[in-house]
């Protein structure tokens, strides 16, 4: 891997402390697949003489695999993350992810998994028991990395601190030279005027 592929990327440096990488997350992982399912596992080994994808297949073997892809992929999915489930779904990562099977969940603490190259759905899990497949609405029939939500969050951020300025720049405008965008309210003395009281006491409470 690392002499036949990463040595051959674009951006590879050996034994530089802050290199700049050439790709991004996902053309690594694109590279990668490549590379393992086109290349190596197609080409003839030298120590078995003969390519490992006919060997896996060879002499009648046939491996155990899961039942079907949703199965395959909770065994690979090892990141995992507490949360409780709320009426409105799960939230995680200021997304909420939604299933009519967490109704009966709510209030409950759960165990999320998921893929981090793709997080636009979530698997959620009670008392190691597995529950249902969650999605968030807004991205369901998308494919959505944790760099997508640290560009939109820092996108809006900037909006809004874009729009902040605009509004005092305005209010300044309108204002005298000297005088601050905003002053502090003066209290109303009638508001905190001492008011007699009308608690009786008796000489016991003395």
Same mark, same amino acid.
């Given at each position: 891997?690392?002499?036949?592929?990463?040595?051959?990327?674009?951006?590879?440096?050996?034994?530089?402390?802050?290199?700049?990488? &050439?790709?991004?997350?996902?053309? $690594?992982?694109?590279?990668?697949?490549?590379?393992?399912?086109?290349?190596?596992?197609?080409?003839?080994?030298?120590?078995?003489?003969?390519?490992?994808?006919?060997? /896996? @297949? &060879?002499? &009648? /073997? $046939?491996?155990?695999?899961?039942?079907?892809?949703?199965?395959?992929?909770?065994?690979?999915?090892?990141?995992?993350?507490?949360?409780?489930?709320?009426?409105?779904?799960?939230?995680?990562?200021?997304?909420?992810?939604?299933?009519? $099977?967490?109704?009966?969940?709510?209030?409950?603490?759960?165990?999320?998994?998921?893929?981090?190259?793709?997080?636009?759905?979530? @698997?959620?899990?009670?008392? &190691?028991?597995?529950?249902? #497949?969650?999605?968030?609405?807004?991205?369901?029939?998308?494919?959505?990395?944790? #760099?997508?939500?640290?560009?939109?969050?820092?996108? +809006?951020? +900037? @909006? $809004?601190?874009?729009?902040?300025?605009?509004?005092?720049?305005?209010?300044?405008?309108?204002?005298?030279?000297?005088?601050?965008?905003?002053?502090?309210?003066?209290?109303?003395?009638?508001?905190? +005027?001492?008011?007699?009281?009308?608690?009786?006491?008796?000489?016991?409470?003395?």
């Amino acid at each position: 891997m690392n002499t036949e592929l990463l040595a051959r990327l674009p951006g590879y440096l050996h034994n530089v402390r802050n290199p700049k990488p &050439g790709l991004s997350i996902s053309e $690594l992982d694109t590279a990668l697949g490549e590379f393992i399912g086109q290349n190596y596992h197609q080409r003839e080994h030298q120590e078995i003489k003969e390519t490992p994808q006919k060997a /896996w @297949q &060879g002499n &009648g /073997w $046939l491996p155990r695999l899961p039942e079907s892809i949703d199965e395959l992929n909770l065994l690979l999915l090892t990141v995992a993350k507490p949360r409780i489930v709320h009426r409105d779904g799960v939230h995680f990562q200021g997304l909420r992810y939604i299933s009519p $099977l967490l109704a009966a969940y709510v209030g409950e603490s759960v165990i999320l998994r998921y893929d981090p190259r793709d997080v636009a759905e979530i @698997q959620v899990f009670h008392r &190691g028991q597995h529950i249902c #497949k969650a999605v968030d609405p807004t991205h369901e029939r998308s494919i959505m990395t944790f #760099k997508d939500i640290q560009k939109a969050r820092s996108a +809006r951020k +900037r @909006q $809004l601190r874009g729009q902040i300025n605009e509004r005092i720049a305005t209010v300044a405008e309108f204002l005298p030279a000297g005088q601050p965008t905003t002053e502090a309210p003066q209290p109303d003395p009638a508001v905190h +005027r001492t008011k007699k009281t009308k608690l009786r006491t008796y000489a016991e409470d003395e």
